[in-house]
């Protein structure tokens, strides 16, 4: 069985500009998790999916930061303008439901210059 | 505001020994709980997860859960290197949080 897919792996940008991050889940998962973690810190939960509804985003900054996951599968989160503080790994989690494991990608590391 | 609280660590063990972390939390209706290992550079990864109070082994490793006390730890008998880690506390009550994880070095 395939596991979750992230890209990019790795990105570099000058602060103000936009990126972008793409993550697959495991088929057959319905909720979709994205995560900020910064170095010497555990995840922060940003945005959660079931299927393609929000069920939590109390901790995206609205502001900058927006995610969507239009059929239910695929998933986006994009950043813009980026701030030298949003220098973290991205890791996208799925499971089959909102209280089951949650199976992590291998992430997107930012680095905002 | 859903709090997972965990000893930041270092936690230091020599090979062989039990390996004693503990994590609180403070939504009081959370419903399942999950212990993740991080190696440096690495995404997390699933060890264990309990949904009832009580104890739950897999090998090396026991969860023990008290909903009451709102208190989720992990046991790892005779400890070994490759053992070293991050250790990350998982909440869920319709979202997953993490607690900040402890770091753990079992020393040969």
């Known amino acids: 069985e395939a596991g979750v897919a992230q890209s990019p792996r790795y990105k570099i940008i000058e602060k103000r500009q936009s990126v972008a991050f793409w993550c697959n889940p495991i088929s057959g998962h319905a909720t979709l998790y994205w995560y900020q973690q910064i170095l010497g810190q555990g995840p922060k939960l940003l945005i959660q999916f079931q299927n393609n509804g929000v069920v939590d985003d109390s901790q995206l900054p609205k502001d900058r930061f927006s995610a969507e996951r239009l059929k239910g599968v695929d998933s986006t989160l994009k950043i813009q303008p980026a701030k030298l503080e949003d220098s973290a790994v991205y890791l996208c989690?799925?499971?089959?439901?909102?209280?089951?494991?949650?199976?992590f990608g291998q992430g997107t590391r930012l680095t905002v210059v | 505001q859903k709090e997972v609280e965990q000893n930041s660590g270092p936690l230091s063990v020599p090979e062989g020994a039990i390996a004693s972390l503990n994590c609180t939390y403070s939504d009081r209706g959370s419903q399942s709980f999950f212990w993740y290992r991080q190696y440096s550079g690495k995404s997390p990864e699933l060890i264990m997860f309990?949904?009832?109070?009580g104890d739950k082994e897999d090998g090396r490793f026991t969860a023990q859960l008290n909903k009451a006390s709102q208190y989720v730890s992990l046991l790892i008998r005779d400890s070994q290197p490759s053992d070293s880690a991050t250790y990350l506390c998982a909440v869920n009550n319709n979202d997953m949080r993490f607690g900040a994880g402890t770091r753990l070095t079992v020393k040969p």
């Open positions: 309990i949904y009832s109070n």
């Open positions: 989690a799925s499971s089959t439901t909102g209280g089951a494991e949650a199976f």
